[in-house]
């Protein structure tokens, strides 16, 4: 149990994907505008990498590695990625329209989002169980929303505030992903 509890910390705070891992930078930057876009693509990637990472570690564990088929790993998982995220996008553009039209093309861009993918590869590189699988793929995910909402929150207040014109828009806020990332290596000695 403690070691689940490790995983979960080190997922969400110590070896958050976009703070300190720096992956998924594309949503990050780009739906980061507002708090409630934000929170839903948090959503939709936290759905996608959770059952990403179980489904993955299954046709790892009992097909690729059964069929000596190890290589076709990257392909595979891009593949059952592609499919959840089409799944997702389906789901949103039913019951949210809004949601679907305020995420745009960053939406089926999670079939490209390197973290999905990074935390599917390093599920296995870790030797991680099934349990362990879940667990790490769940709170890599909620570190994913953690940032990806507290950064859009910080964004939202710095349209408010009187910046230098040279420092407006996408620099402002480079240089606040910056200064997010360094606090979040504050956590490196938690575990």
């Known amino acids: 149990m403690v070691s689940l509890f490790v995983i979960i910390i080190s997922g ?8 300190s891992r720096i992956l998924g930078i594309c949503p990050f930057l780009g739906v980061s505008k507002q708090v409630e876009t934000a929170f ?8 996608v990498m959770t059952l990403a990472g179980v489904i993955t570690w299954l046709a790892q564990t009992y097909v690729l590695e059964k069929l000596g088929l190890g290589y076709m790993q990257t392909v595979t998982f891009i593949l059952v990625i592609a ?4 799944f997702v ?10 949601l679907y039209q305020s995420l745009g093309i ?12 990074g935390v599917s590869i390093l599920n296995i590189k870790e030797e991680f169980g099934l349990l362990e699988t879940t667990v790490n793929s769940a709170a890599s995910a909620i570190g994913f929303g953690l ?5 859009a929150g910080i964004r939202e207040r710095l349209e ?11 620099p402002i806020a480079l240089f606040t992903a910056s200064l997010m990332s ?5 956590f490196a000695g938690l575990v």
Do not use: D, H, R, W
């Open 106 to 117: 960053y939406l089926p861009l999670i079939t490209t989002n390197c973290a999905v993918l």
């Open 182 to 186: 360094l606090a979040f290596l504050g």
């Open 160 to 170: 408010l505030s009187n910046i230098p014109e040279a420092f407006k828009g996408f």
């Open 12 to 19: 969400i705070l110590i070896n958050n994907y976009v703070l």
């Open 40 to 47: 839903g693509m948090s959503m939709a990637v936290t759905f």
């Open 83 to 86: 499919a959840l995220v089409q």
């Open 89 to 98: 996008e389906m789901v949103i553009q039913k019951f949210s329209p809004t």
């Open 147 to 151: 940032a990806i909402v507290l950064f």
